[in-house]
């Protein structure tokens, strides 16, 4: 996709500092750097989001997440790393080709995540899980 930035990244039309790159994926830095050594893994075949990966996609994006994380985690001793991933709007997705965050994390380092546990009872994890599993073929 001409217009979508990362599609423009990964054809090198635009710069980016780039860590790591295979067949399906190309990692590099996020110009944001919520901490140094904050890492982008996307994909390079245009996909909006998880729900558009093939199979090999998926494989690559998080093989390449768990390489990188790795690679991370040696380079910077982070006391821990943050694997984050947005699917639309509603999840904070801004940039709709689909990538992985990894962000090396830091005790007080101001990065939140709100989590309102809404602890449902058991029978309703079960009907959850009965939606799920019907679709999962
Ligand atoms: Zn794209």
Redesign the pocket.
């Known amino acids: 996709?001409e217009s979508?930035v990362?599609?423009r990244i990964v054809a090198r039309q635009i710069p980016a500092t780039v860590v790591y790159e295979d067949e399906h994926t190309l990692a590099f830095m996020d110009i944001g750097q919520v901490n140094p050594g904050h890492v982008l893994v996307a994909v390079k075949q245009?996909a909006e989001n998880i729900f558009a990966l093939d199979e090999a996609q998926a494989a690559a994006a998080f093989r390449a997440a768990a390489r990188v994380s790795r690679a991370i985690r040696d380079a910077f001793a982070p006391q821990g790393l943050s694997v984050y991933q947005a699917n639309g709007s509603a999840a904070g997705q801004t940039v709709f080709?689909f990538h992985i965050h990894l962000v090396p994390r830091h005790e007080g380092d101001g990065m939140a995540l709100t989590w309102p546990v809404k602890n449902p009872p058991r029978e309703k994890l079960a009907e959850y899980a009965d939606k799920i599993r019907a679709r999962l073929g």
């Open positions: 996709m979508c990362f599609c245009h080709h």
